[in-house]
């Protein structure tokens, strides 16, 4: 089979790495001619909306999906009338869209912070209003790693946040008080099966996921895991859903919040490539080509601590016990993601000793 | 890091997945267009004493390697002369030529089946009066898969087999009863650290490779296991070794007998991909590129099939529990090695249970 991905960076490099043992064979459409995945697979130099570009990724494919979830639903529907696309077109579409997805994530009875729309002014002076202040203004399209967001901390900072925001379609979310970050690595077949993984918690920096960890197998963690797995349940089972799908929890306490979610490979997914017995690059691919599922079962207490602007001396990365280094190819800039370690330890004391030294080499090179 | 490679069979395509997670390019030069590991990365299509090729092939390299012995020492010559080449060129000339294998071999202690060199038609005579039958006369160089072999049952068999192999470098070889057929992958890097992978136990059937399997971890495995590490650190140090080197012996009762080495990645450590902590293919990279070596330790009891001639059903392989799979983007061709499936177990009763199916599953579609 041939597999299709939209968006050529290092999610679409790792499919890749993860399909070819399966006998797939890639093609990748990006506007960039250095990007990652083109490094290792035939690449398609284009934007996602040129329609000579589109025709000459599609041609042959027998299945397709995406690495990002700001490429155009149009090109997804002009796409989807040659070769199938997954994740679901529906999928796509609320997850680029915060207003989209905290009313879907509403209708299936998952908590969320209170949220308003914002398309005026006097809507935000009323959002904050009723909300109440800290609360964050955020585009309702394009954020990303803490992008087109604005911290208002009482109702004085409306006025400079509009103006920062003011070309943008906004909502503005209250600011809800949590003990951690969280988030579920799930998978749905064609016919309906579904696995998930272990619940992740995620340390962020400017908005930049930094860690993330598999999360303790503790009484506390399992009921928080479960309420998770109940609400991505039904997410999953409300869109029809075919590939992974990521979804971000707040642990708020007495209950999760669900966040936002992305319907693809998720950075806090990466440490399942050596973490777990199938990877999710593995299952979104078997997910998407109609394969049966792999298992999620983890090979062990398991981080990842990404690598942002700048990479460490890989002789000390791969010195450290249990981790697996994985770069991207790409140049170095200030806040950019350039690569990650894995570690995976025989339990928890272990990870923490490994963990601790990997950070302070990714930490030590990071910039941004 | 660009690594040039000599092939561009399956092993190289499973070096390459190996190596770009460690931030490493790759350029194979193999005659084949259609090469496995020219799907995934760089091919230069010529032959391998071809300068222009070479030429091409070896520009802007920072390490060279390759992936089958038959490659012509000349051609390792001269590019060593523009860039590193691992493993070290007289372990390739010695692995080339059975004779000389089994000189190295004696000159280190290692016990080896009785030989004899072959160069004329009464040397033949002479040798089978020596060493007895049953007796195996075989080419020196470029035997490979039970290729290049003739069985001297007795003494009436001479003429057949000389006239079968006589334009060819000879040499007999006596027929040792033996148990069982065993290899042992180790990895020495350039300053002279050493890992081995455990011992493994392998069943071929017509001289093709068919079953690998970590051999259970009795005491008398670890004894064997303990001889053959013991037989293999002399010749890694004898030849200063830099790479993953894989040495079949065979299991003689009283004592282990080195049948013969490969100096590159071998089929029977290909259960280290999801068997170990680090591949074999990881860690001949890393050896190669001066990067500390990788634990060897196994993720629980394992094993492989080769998928020989044509191939199963990927659902019905991946939905036996611990397999994995390995296609190398190759067209069906009666005796050709097409992939492989990696089992992983919790336990070896866990293991043999979904071993059965494998092969089950890959011998009804075997070919040749």
Redesign the interface.
């Known amino acids: 089979m041939r597999i299709g991905v939209l968006g050529a960076g290092q999610l679409g490099?790792m499919l890749?790495?993860a399909g070819?043992?399966?006998?797939l064979?890639f093609r990748f459409l990006d506007p960039g001619f250095d990007a990652p995945a083109g490094?290792?697979?035939e690449l398609v130099a284009g934007r996602y909306t040129e329609r000579a570009a589109l025709e000459r990724f599609s041609l042959g494919l027998d299945a397709a999906t995406y690495e990002f979830e700001s490429v155009p639903v149009a090109a997804i529907e002009s796409l989807s009338l040659v070769v199938p696309v997954f994740p679901p077109i529906e999928a796509l579409a609320t997850a680029q869209d915060r207003l989209f997805e905290k009313r879907l994530f509403g209708e299936l009875g998952i908590a969320t912070a209170p949220y308003r729309n914002v398309e005026t002014r006097s809507d935000l002076d009323k959002a904050i209003a009723e909300i109440g202040s800290p609360a964050i203004l955020k585009t309702r399209r394009l954020g990303y790693d803490g992008k087109g967001q604005y911290l208002i901390e009482d109702a004085s900072d409306c006025e400079a946040a509009w103006n920062q925001l003011r070309s943008n379609a906004m909502i503005l979310e209250g600011v809800v008080p949590f003990r951690g970050e969280y988030s579920l690595i799930s998978a749905r077949s064609k016919n309906g099966e579904v696995v998930h993984y272990p619940l992740v918690a995620n340390e962020h920096k400017h908005g930049i996921l930094r860690v993330s960890r598999m999360a303790p197998r503790t009484d506390e963690m399992l009921r928080l895991e479960a309420q998770a797995i109940d609400a991505s349940n039904s997410v999953l089972e409300r869109l029809q859903y075919v590939g992974v799908l990521a979804v971000e929890y707040f642990d708020a306490g007495t209950r999760i919040i669900a966040n936002e979610m992305a319907p693809r490979v998720h950075n806090s997914g990466h440490w399942t490539?050596e973490g777990s017995?199938t990877s999710q690059f593995a299952n979104h691919l078997?997910a998407i080509c109609g394969?049966?599922l792999?298992?999620t079962a983890s090979?062990g207490p398991s981080a990842m601590v990404n690598l942002i602007g700048g990479?460490p001396s890989?002789?000390e990365i791969?010195?450290i016990?249990?981790a697996?280094?994985?770069?991207y190819?790409k140049e170095p800039r200030a806040g950019r993601k350039l690569?990650h370690v894995t570690v995976?330890a025989p339990d928890e004391a272990s990870l923490n000793r490994s963990l601790e030294k990997v950070c302070a080499l990714a930490f030590a090179t990071s910039q941004g």
């Open positions: 490099r890749a790495l070819y043992p399966l006998g064979q490094q290792i697979a490539i017995v078997r394969m049966p792999g298992s090979r990479v890989a002789d791969l010195r016990e249990g697996s280094l994985h770069l190819g690569g995976v």
